[in-house]
């Protein structure tokens, strides 16, 4: 299945994008969904590592299904003061 990732903050940095299309098998989950996108953005793995993903405006577990026709978004940990 393609999903189309909708990047925030540093990820959207590290890709030069405000989204990317990802291949995945069916019944991928965030956590494969996190592979793939080290796997594309070595220099993001950082990030990533610590980065959550919703689905539909609802955060997923790294174990959950990924729904194929969800919107899907990657937003990275933040800092502030």
Do not use: W
Not at 29 to 52: K, N, S, Y
Request: hydrophobic share 45%; charged share 25%.
């Amino acid at each position: 299945m393609k999903i189309e990732v909708k990047l925030f903050a540093a990820a959207r940095q590290y890709a030069g994008a405000e989204s990317v299309e990802i291949e995945l098998p069916d019944g991928a989950t965030p956590a494969d969904l996190r592979q793939a996108l080290v796997a594309r953005f070595p220099e993001a793995q950082g990030i990533l590592r610590h980065a959550m993903f919703a689905a539909d405006m609802d955060f997923v577990n790294d174990d959950d299904p990924l729904p194929s026709e969800a919107e899907i978004a990657c937003i990275p940990p933040v800092s502030g003061g």
